[in-house]
C-alpha cells in the first residue's frame, strides 16, 4: 500500500487557475514511484467520481475529454510528486479532486475507472465561485 496526500485546493472565481499536488510514499524500503500510474478524479456532491486523467509511469497519459482543453497533468519523478493545472475554472468544477495509484506492468498502460486502482489520497476540496 503507498500514500497519496493532495494539497492545492481552494475556494476561486470563476475564469481562475489552481494547481492540484500529489505527493506518494510508502512505509516500505522498496518503493519505487516508477513502478506506478498516478490517476485524477473528482467528486461532486451526490455524484460518482468522476475520471480527469491518468498519468502513465513514463509520464505521459491522457486527459478526459471534458476537460483536455483546460486541465494538464505532470509527473516529476524527483519528488514522486503529479500535478494537475487546472485553468478557466467553472462553477461545474467544483468537486472534491482525489489522486489515486496503482502499480502498472507496462511503463505506458492509461486506466480510466476508479477500480483499476489501489490506494487513494483523502482528497482536496475545490470550490469554483460563479
Known amino acids: 500500500q503507498v500514500l497519496l496526500e493532495e494539497s492545492g485546493g481552494g475556494l476561486v472565481q470563476t475564469g481562475d487557475s489552481l494547481r492540484l499536488s500529489c505527493t506518494v510514499s510508502?512505509?516500505?524500503?522498496?518503493?519505487?514511484?516508477?513502478?506506478?500510474?498516478v490517476g485524477w478524479f473528482r467528486q461532486a456532491p451526490g455524484k460518482g467520481r468522476e475520471f480527469m486523467a491518468s498519468?502513465?509511469?513514463?509520464?505521459?497519459?491522457t486527459t478526459a475529454h471534458s476537460v483536455k482543453d483546460r486541465f494538464t497533468f505532470s509527473r516529476d519523478s524527483a519528488t514522486n510528486t503529479v500535478y494537475l493545472q487546472m485553468n478557466d475554472l467553472k462553477p461545474e468544477d467544483t468537486a472534491v479532486y482525489f489522486c489515486?495509484?496503482?502499480?502498472?506492468?507496462?511503463?505506458?498502460?492509461?486506466?480510466?475507472?476508479?477500480?483499476?486502482?489501489?490506494?487513494w489520497g483523502q482528497g482536496t476540496q475545490v470550490t469554483v465561485l460563479a
Open positions: 510508502a512505509p516500505f524500503a522498496r518503493f519505487d514511484f516508477s513502478d506506478y500510474a
Open positions: 489515486a495509484a496503482r502499480r502498472a506492468d507496462r511503463l505506458r498502460a492509461v486506466y480510466y475507472s476508479s477500480d483499476d486502482y489501489d490506494d
Open positions: 498519468i502513465m509511469r513514463s509520464g505521459g497519459g
